[in-house]
Structure formats: C-alpha cells, structure tokens
C-alpha cells in the first residue's frame, strides 16, 4: 500500500545504532532499557507514525525476499472479481468482501459499522450449539458452513444480514465522574434458508496484521511457560493455549491468530481469508466456502490463487515490521507505564516476548519483542462473551490481543474502535469493558484519579 522507503529502513538502523550508543555512552543500564523499549518489533521495528506505519516490510531484507514480499502486498490490496474474468477472478460465489485490505485497512484493524450501515470490516462466525466437528472445533449450520457470507456474486444469493444494534448505559468512576458503554445486539436478517438447529454467533472485527511473522517465531514452549490454566499461583488471573486444527499438518497444533487464537499460522489464517472471506480457492482450502450448499458452484476443479501467489500473500504479512513507541520520556507516560504494571495489565498484556532462534530466516530469529499479549485465553466475563466455543476457548474466553502499535490505530485506521466487535469507542471504555479474569484490573483502574487515568491512556497511546 505504501511506496517501500528505503529512507526508513535506513533510518530504523542508524536510529537503532544512535539510541543504542547514546545508552553505552551513558553506560546507564535504565537508558539502554528505555531506548530498548521504543524497539517493539525488535530489530524489525520502524520510525513511521504516519498512516502507513503499518504496512512497512522488515529492513534488511535479500532483494528477493523484498520481491515475494511486494508480490504478497499487491494481492493483498487486489480486488477480485467474479468469473469469468481475465484476471483476479474466482471471487464468491459468496463472499464477505472484495480484497483484504478492504478489511484490513493499512494493515490495520476493521470497524463495526453505525448503527443502519452494512457490515464491511466485521463479520460473524456461526456453528451449531453444543456440538463440534470431527477436529472438536465448531461445527458448520446446514446451508450457511461456519461463517455468514453477507454478500454473493450475480446468480448466487447471500446467505443473510446483519442488523447491529447498541444500548447505552452509564456508569461511574470511583471518584464520580461518568462513563459509558454501548451493548451491542446482533440480529440476522434476510436469511436465505432457515435455520433449524440452535446456533452461536460470533461477531469479529478485522484485526491488524503487522508484527505477526514476530508472534508465529515464539516458540510454543515460550508461550505455554506463561500458561497457568488452573491459576497454580492463585492471581486470579489462568491463561489457557488453545489447540486447533492444522490442515496442513493434519493434525492439532497450538493456536496463535483470531480472537480466540483459533488459527495455527499465518499461512492457514491467511489461507482461511481467502476461502472463506472472498470465496477462493488454495492449496490450503482446495474447496469453495458454499460446498454442499445450494449455491455451490462447482468451479473448484482448480485452484483460483496459485501456490506461489498463497506463499507471497503469507510471506507479506510475516514479513510486517512493527511501529515504534513514541513519547517514551514523558513523564505521563512513565506515569502510566507504572499504573499498568500495577494494575496487573501486565499479567496477561505481557509486555516482552522473545522469538526463537531461526537459522534459515535469521531477520525473525532471536528478537526480544514487544507486542503486550501473551498470546493465550483469559475468561473476560459475560458481558464480553460470545457464548460460541472455538476449540478448546470455552464462550467467555478471548486472546489477549497485542497493544503494540494500538497508538496509532487513529492515523492509520481513523477511528478508535477496539475489541473483538469494535463496541468499544476509544482506549478507556475498551479498558471498562474488561471483566472475568481481568476484573481486578479494571476496578483498579476505576479507582484512579483523573490524572492517572489519563496517564494510563497516554501510556497506551505511547504504544
Ligand atoms: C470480511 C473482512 C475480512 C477480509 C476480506 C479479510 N480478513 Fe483477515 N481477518 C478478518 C477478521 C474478522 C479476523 C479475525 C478472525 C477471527 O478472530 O477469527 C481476521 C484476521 C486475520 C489475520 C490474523 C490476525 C491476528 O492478529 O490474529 C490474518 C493474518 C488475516 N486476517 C489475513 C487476511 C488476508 C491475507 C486476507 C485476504 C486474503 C484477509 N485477511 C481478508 C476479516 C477479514
Ligand atoms: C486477564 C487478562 C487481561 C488483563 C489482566 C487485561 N487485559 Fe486487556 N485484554 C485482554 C483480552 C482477552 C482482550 C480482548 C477482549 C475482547 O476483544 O473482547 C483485551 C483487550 C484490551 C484492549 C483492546 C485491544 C484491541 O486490540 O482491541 C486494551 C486497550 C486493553 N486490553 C488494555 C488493558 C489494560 C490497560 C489493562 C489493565 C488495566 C488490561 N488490558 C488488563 C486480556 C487482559
């Protein structure tokens, strides 16, 4: 999306080289740990905090790499489109939306739409209640699979609506001063066939893609030592991996991606956007998403995105630097830096994460990053549950999605809307919203004075 600054590159290396000698000047262990700290994406971290601070690729790179790289960004902003078609065809014949960065905006992350606007950057996943496919993972309502296509090509009709509706409340701060939140309804409308069976619903905003070769690089041994599923040290706070399904592997492998950690890796997420998302067929999903549903095309002989080009497409987005912090010395921000640790925000928003050692593709081997996940599920209470388990992410558990770069979703994505369903309207009521494992921390949150909540706010700006 962004014309590739070789300025920048260079620029991430001689900043990377000034703070770190400026640190060794000083020989004052704190400074280097602070100069550190703006590197969230470690050595594939970049100075950009405009909105294309997202769609970076690592620096550094051999010149082919580079290549597969812009090869994977041009799919990822290609429009496709019904067959027959000369080009970029294959498209439905149902689908969510035209390309991905129609979702994911500058790399960045979707938005629930205003009440009476269609859905465009959110969609909803819908299995059977109570029960689970051959791999224990949701299973597909006849006539619609395991996600609402809310749009079709001409020929073929969509599967259903959507109709968002919110309910304010208010509700208060420690110290008097009022808040409030929207609770979200969602309806499906304009079904084209009934359903008969009970069903979950799970609504999920487009979240962003940048820094996720970084978070796949972490060893599972690395993310299971933070797992605490029976809360052994009695913190309120378990932490469970989720297992599911690896096509490619034919076989249960730990989940990292999607709200519920319900993806394996990069290439099968990106795989599943493809099929499911637009309506095209890989090596990874041979099948059209309508197979054995009444519009189901037949035209899934071949396949519609080449193995090269699905290589490219997850090759781009693993290869997605991470944008700097920012305002690191303000005093605010210092401030806020504490009253997160405090708050225990850390517990599960852990703060650094280190990636394994990677001989044959040594730009993500051995990285400490920062992303502010743990990568696991927490229980976040009820309010936030979708009631719809996802492997074994029982209905109130979601991941901890990373904070980094969430500073910038404004510049890059316009709007501040945060959580798995975009209710949230900015940082604090994405904050107000935590529950379950997480109701410590908001209480204590609740408690702080003005200052100190806006201090933790810049805090979360400074990521
Ligand atoms: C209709 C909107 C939509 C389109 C189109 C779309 N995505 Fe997504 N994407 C999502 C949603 C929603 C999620 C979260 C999924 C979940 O939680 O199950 C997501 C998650 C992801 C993730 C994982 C992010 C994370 O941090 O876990 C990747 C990678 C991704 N998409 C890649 C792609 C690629 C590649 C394409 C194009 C082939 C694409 N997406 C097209 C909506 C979309
Ligand atoms: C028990 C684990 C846990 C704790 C403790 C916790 N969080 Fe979270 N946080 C999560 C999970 C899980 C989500 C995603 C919830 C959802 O989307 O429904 C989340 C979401 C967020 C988001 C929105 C991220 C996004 O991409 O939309 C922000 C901001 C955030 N947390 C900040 C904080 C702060 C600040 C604290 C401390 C006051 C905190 N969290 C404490 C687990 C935790």
Redesign the pocket.
């Known amino acids: 999306m962004f014309p590739k600054n070789k300025i920048l590159v260079f620029s991430t290396i001689v900043a990377f080289i000034i703070i770190t000698s400026n640190a060794c000047k000083k020989t004052k262990f704190e400074d280097l740990e602070l100069n550190n700290e703006m590197l969230s994406g470690g050595m594939q971290t970049v100075f950009d905090e405009g909105n294309g601070a997202y769609g970076h690729s690592f620096a550094n790179m051999s010149a082919q790499h580079e290549r597969v790289h812009e090869i994977g960004d041009i799919a990822f902003e290609q429009t496709f489109v019904s067959n027959p078609a000369p080009l970029n065809g294959g498209l439905g014949p149902i689908y969510n939306n035209v390309s991905c960065i129609s979702c994911h905006i500058g790399d960045g ?1 979707g938005k629930a739409p205003e009440v009476g606007q269609p859905i465009s950057s959110i969609l909803f996943r819908i299995s059977q209640s109570n029960r689970v496919d051959m791999h224990n993972g949701p299973l597909g309502v006849i006539g619609y699979g395991d996600q609402i296509q809310n749009r079709s090509v001409a020929g073929s009709v969509k599967e259903a609506d959507i109709e968002i509706s919110y309910i304010e409340k208010t509700f208060q701060f420690d110290d008097g001063t009022p808040y409030s939140l929207r609770f979200p309804t969602y309806t499906l409308t304009n079904m084209y066939m009934p359903i008969t069976s009970s069903y979950d619903l799970s609504p999920r905003v487009a ?2 893609v940048f820094g996720l070769g970084l978070l796949e690089a972490v060893s599972e041994q690395d993310i299971l030592a933070n797992a605490d599923e029976f809360d052994m040290n009695n913190d309120g ?1 378990s ?1 469970k991996a989720n297992y599911v399904w690896n096509v490619l592997e034919n076989k249960t492998t730990l989940g990292r991606f999607g ?1 519920k950690a319900n993806q394996p890796t990069v290439m099968q997420q990106s795989a599943g956007a493809i099929n499911s998302d637009m309506g095209l067929t890989s090596f990874v999903f041979p099948q059209e998403n309508s197979f054995g549903q009444i519009q189901y095309d037949h035209l899934d002989d071949d396949v519609e995105v080449s193995d090269s080009l699905m290589h490219a497409i997850a090759f781009y987005i693993k290869t997605l630097a991470v944008p700097a912090r920012r305002n690191i010395t303000d005093p605010k921000v210092a401030r806020g830096k504490q009253l ?1 640790i405090e ?3 850390s ?3 852990l703060p650094t994460l280190k990636t394994a050692v990677n001989v044959a593709f040594p730009a993500l081997s051995n990285q400490t990053i920062r992303p502010y996940t743990d990568l696991l ?2 229980d ?1 209470g009820a309010e ?1 549950a979708d009631n719809r388990p996802d492997f074994l992410a029982n209905g109130y558990e ?6 980094w770069g ?1 500073g910038l979703t404004y510049k890059v994505n316009g709007h501040t809307n ?4 975009g209710r ?1 309207r900015n ?1 604090m009521e ?2 107000m ?2 529950g ?3 109701e410590a ?2 209480n ?2 609740k408690s702080l004075n003005k200052a100190d909540r806006e201090a ?1 706010i810049k805090f ?1 700006e400074s990521l």
């Open positions: 992350r979240s962003p706070i932490g709200w997160f708050s225990n925000c517990a599960c928003h599920l927490h976040m936030l979601w991941r901890t999605p990373p904070l969430i945060f959580l798995h369903d949230a940082l994405a904050v919203w935590h379950g494992e997480a921390s908001k204590k949150v933790l979360l």
